[in-house]
């Protein structure tokens, strides 16, 4: 009995303890301050920079809608945002904003954020996180058109290459394609021999707007964008940057949260809404921001040919010619729209303008645009089938496809030989042609490939572009075929000029002259750039 008293006695005791000891941390508690948080937001600018260009990083630390005035800001930077080094400290102005210039060390692209370690008072946190892009301006001299053809400061330009890009349409989030570039620049430069390539990249990449009023853009997307022209400008090749947009549920089902009315739920084709609505949130709105930011980064690079807006898929629906007639006209809308947005905003690139409602048609251009420094562009694909994965032929035969090539009918004539008749004073240029691949000399497809350089020749075109050069995931081109060494031999056929620079003179030697209706062609490999 007693033991039990004793235990009972015991217990009570601990709890009497327990008690106490809870309620004298409540009471602490209750005397400690509460910890305030803090939010940090910071920018970079210019963004992006050139190597060794001091940027600005600015910011502001705030603290229940206040700033937090003298505090220490620390500055990160990191090259693959996984390894961070302290690159500076600075110490907020009295309403918690800061600002110092920092000079990046010499990197393609760079990670910054900021870290603000907290105190007795108030919470540590960490800011947003910047990709800082640095660009190398090209040596490339600028490019622009003067009356019917493309001309740089030495003089007439023609431009000859293939389209480059993914082993998929997708080029990025599901390979690493681009991470070649190097490799592939120097293939097509030193193997191929082209002066130029059409850098295929994707809308759908490119715009992560999650809604049709927000306008959202992925900056490591277009940091390879910047490496792959990097790429080929060090090879001495042009690049026309060219957005693309896929009819397929992969491509473009991004596409429909902020295009909602304007991509077909079941084909993922355009509708008539992408021509026709005009609205702050419409198509061609998003189309203008799209390249006002492609804008940002480029509009100083010269190795940069020029921008290939778009070459929008045709509708999800068949149209009559009348209809057909009027989303043309809405589309050169459309491109005169985006093309004065970007002459205000100070860039001069070249407007490489495709057809719509169909690139292989060129029957309904009836008038110009607007802006004179344009090259209009057209696809040739007619006697092929253009299957998933390399096209079949259809017809290869050299009146048929001269025919198809120069005039009208209902069976898909490109007449664009009519339309180089009818505007005399502007260039033309095949932006994709072929989808022929893995076949032998003399067979079908290089029979179809040889007619169709044939046909070129023998215009006044401004140049042409295969389709296309693409690779897998290791970077292994899978698009071989005889349109490499066909394409070569239509280029070294082409008339050459060679300049001579004496007492400050430019003299000019036209070799060929008669062989094609050329005036001139503009080599690298035969012009100096300085």
């Keep these: 009995m007693k033991k039990r008293l004793l235990f009972i006695h015991l217990l009570a005791s601990i709890v009497l303890i327990v008690l106490a000891s809870y309620q004298q941390g409540i009471l602490a508690s209750a005397a400690r301050p509460t910890t305030r948080g803090t939010s940090l937001l910071i920018e970079s600018t210019p963004n992006p920079s050139e190597p060794n260009q001091a940027i600005t990083i600015s910011g502001r630390l705030v603290s229940g809608g206040q700033g937090l005035g003298y505090a220490n800001v620390r500055i990160d930077s990191s090259v693959d945002g996984k390894e961070w080094k302290v690159a500076a400290w600075t110490k907020t102005r009295m309403d918690g904003r800061f600002a110092l210039s920092w000079t990046p060390p010499q990197s393609t692209s760079l990670y910054i954020r900021s870290y603000y370690l907290g105190d007795k008072r108030y919470s540590s946190s960490s800011s947003n996180t910047i990709l800082q892009q640095v660009i190398y301006p090209s040596e490339l001299p600028r490019l622009y058109v003067d009356g019917g053809i493309i001309k740089s400061k030495f003089g007439q330009v023609h431009l000859f290459g293939c389209a480059y890009r993914g082993w998929t349409r997708y080029p990025y989030p599901d390979d690493n394609f681009w991470d070649f570039s190097d490799i592939h620049a120097k293939t097509i430069d030193e193997e191929y021999g082209f002066d130029a ?139 005169n729209y985006v093309t004065s947005a970007l002459r205000e905003n100070g860039d001069n690139h070249i407007i490489f303008a495709s057809e719509s409602p169909h690139a292989s048609q060129m029957n309904y251009m009836k008038y110009l645009l607007n802006d004179k420094n344009t090259v209009y562009m057209a696809m040739f694909y007619q006697g092929t089938d253009e299957a998933p994965g390399g ?13 198809k090539f120069g005039g009208t009918d209902e069976a898909w004539g490109l007449a664009i030989s009519n339309k180089m008749a009818e505007f005399p004073s502007v260039p033309f240029m095949i932006s994709e042609y072929g989808y022929l691949f893995k076949n032998t000399i003399g067979d079908e497809k290089d029979i179809w490939i040889q007619n169709a350089h044939t046909i070129f020749r023998q215009t006044r075109l401004a140049g042409w572009f295969y389709w296309c050069f693409a690779a897998k995931a290791d970077g292994v081109p899978w698009t071989t075929g005889t349109w490499i060494q066909r394409l070569k031999e239509s280029v070294a056929h082409k008339p050459t000029i060679v300049h001579a620079f004496l007492s400050g003179l430019l003299s000019t030697y036209v070799a060929e002259p008669s062989t094609f209706p050329f005036m001139g062609f503009y080599s690298k490999r035969l012009l100096p750039y300085d």
């Design 197 to 335: 390539v059409i850098l295929v990249t994707y809308w759908n990449y490119i715009e992560l707007s999650p809604s049709p009023d927000q306008f959202v853009y992925d900056e490591e997307y277009i940091g390879k964008i910047i490496r792959a022209i990097e790429a080929f400008n060090t090879h001495g090749i042009y690049v026309i940057l060219h957005v693309h947009s896929a009819p397929s549920e992969r491509g473009t089902s991004n596409l429909r949260d902020f295009l909602p009315n304007a991509i077909d739920p079941v084909t993922y084709k355009y509708t008539n809404n992408f021509w026709t609505e005009k609205s702050s949130t419409s198509a061609r709105e998003h189309l203008k921001n799209l390249w006002l930011k492609l804008s940002s980064v480029f509009k100083n690079d010269w190795g940069i040919a020029g921008y290939y807006l778009l070459a929008p898929t045709p509708p999800a629906v068949t149209l009559t010619d009348q209809e057909k007639q009027v989303l043309h006209d809405l589309w050169y809308d459309h491109l």
């Design 391 to 403: 096209g079949n032929v259809i017809n290869n035969n050299l009146k048929w496809m001269r025919t």
